[in-house]
């Protein structure tokens, strides 16, 4: 079935450390692969975004690289701070709509 | 512009009635989709627009769940018979066209069935 596993559930690193979230897929059609993050309370946002024909992206601390031999994808956050502190969630495009992971709790500690 | 807005923004209902939730995308958006998120939990999808037509219903949790969307623009999420398991945070999201693009949400509706 359509399915995207995210781990690990909760990290917490130190302020300035680096943080990695891994996914998995279960379609090797998927072609869009984004990422958001979601504060307390508040809606997803968009922070970064990775297409198929690359292998990664980068945009200031934020990194994702896409292996699409092995169906796997992660988030990378160098020099973490403590508003970096959310729920990270994943997601891969299948049959026409986004199947999302079941998130990562980040904790920078200050 | 103006971003995704959904309303209202917080539903308090008792069980066995009815609830609608409303979700208005951004302006040109064709794609139009709603999740449901249940306490510290991810995102399930619940049904997808193009349009004014449903390509994709297979989240819907059961035949209590309906959704329809007019002129291309506003969506209604209705939950008839609510029951104290569909308390959870229901959002929506549009995209431009809904082709491999990013999906921009709005804030939710938290929901509550007493």
């Known amino acids: 079935g359509e399915n995207v596993e995210q781990h690990p559930s909760t990290l917490s690193v130190q302020e300035g450390d680096s943080a990695v979230i891994k996914c998995t897929y279960s379609?090797?059609?998927?072609?869009?692969f984004p990422w958001y993050k979601q504060e307390l309370g508040k809606r997803p946002q968009l922070i970064i975004d990775?297409?198929?024909?690359?292998g990664e992206k980068k945009d200031q601390r934020i990194a994702v690289t896409l292996n699409k031999t092995a169906k796997h994808f992660s988030l990378h956050i160098t020099e973490t701070q403590p508003e970096d502190s959310a729920v990270y969630f994943c997601?891969?495009?299948?049959?026409?709509?986004?199947?999302f992971g079941q998130g990562t709790t980040l904790q920078v500690k200050p | 512009g103006a971003g995704v807005s959904q309303s209202p923004s917080n539903k308090v209902t008792e069980k066995g009635k009815d609830v609608e939730l409303r979700c208005d995308p951004i302006s040109g958006h064709t794609a139009l989709y709603w999740y449901r998120q249940s306490l510290g939990q991810g995102l399930e999808f619940l049904i997808y627009?193009?349009?004014?037509?449903?390509?994709?219903k297979s989240g819907l949790p059961s035949d209590r769940f309906s959704a329809e969307r007019t002129g291309g623009s506003v969506s209604t999420l209705t939950i008839q018979r609510t029951q104290q398991e569909d308390s959870a945070v229901y959002l929506c999201a549009s995209s431009l066209t809904g082709r491999k693009e990013t999906q921009y949400f709005g804030p939710g509706t938290r929901l509550l069935v007493l």
């Open positions: 379609d090797s059609a998927s072609n869009y």
């Open positions: 990775i297409r198929s024909n690359v």
């Open positions: 997601a891969a495009s299948m049959s026409g709509k986004l199947i």
């Open positions: 627009f193009q349009g004014n037509s449903a390509p994709d």
